[in-house]
């Protein structure tokens, strides 16, 4: 849907003409050709493979052949709306490596080294919020008895139904369900 109004905004500011948007395509589409050879020649750099520096020279071919024309359509048609692409495509590059980046400092930060430590392993306390006592309920007590002794069981009343057992605790809950916010 954005994308529909985004270009519905984008050939309305072109007047509906769609042969001036063909400096934008070209632009598009030879950035992504440059950056796609750029990125195996970078891959051929790494490579060891016995072929590799045959791929990395026609890559590098392809990269500056792609590139030049890139700069040759960017500086041609650069009034006839090229400016466009030019200017809203880097700011794009740059939110992109920023987000890898703090992506890496997170894995980077959240990483977990050596075995896992199995000591001082404590059973945990299962609560489980239930509206009512169906097959779903049950399978979630049936599951919890297999972790856990302490297990409690909190039935959600909007109304003043019950489970039909007499509740070992009964408190006065704060919320009516679970996802509404306390009123004022």
């Known amino acids: 849907m954005i994308l529909a109004v985004l270009s519905g905004a984008l050939l309305a500011g072109f007047g509906g003409r ?10 598009g589409a030879f950035l992504a050709f440059t950056l796609s050879q750029l990125g195996m020649v970078f891959h051929w750099l790494r490579s060891r493979e016995a072929h590799a520096m045959r791929s990395l020279a026609l890559n590098g071919l392809g990269a500056c052949a792609t590139g ?12 006839a ?11 794009f590059v ?7 980046k703090r992506q890496r400092r997170m894995e980077n930060e959240t990483a977990a080294e050596g075995p896992l430590d199995l ?15 169906n097959r779903v ?13 302490e297990v409690y069981v909190v039935q959600i009343l ?8 007499s509740p070992s605790q009964k408190t006065e809950a704060i919320y009516r369900k679970i996802t509404d916010r306390r009123s004022s």
């Open 68 to 79: 030049i024309t890139l700069l040759v359509v960017a500086v041609s048609k650069f009034t």
């Open 158 to 165: 909007a109304e003043s139904a019950s489970l039909g057992v």
């Open 81 to 91: 709306g090229a400016w466009l692409t030019i200017v809203v495509i880097p700011p």
């Open 119 to 133: 000591t001082r392993l404590e059973k945990p306390i299962v609560v489980i919020p239930i509206r009512r006592l």
């Open 137 to 149: 309920a049950r399978n979630a007590i049936r599951l919890a008895l297999t972790l856990s002794d």
């Open 94 to 100: 740059f939110l992109f490596l920023w987000i890898r």
């Open 18 to 27: 769609t042969d001036r948007l063909i400096p934008l395509f070209a632009i």
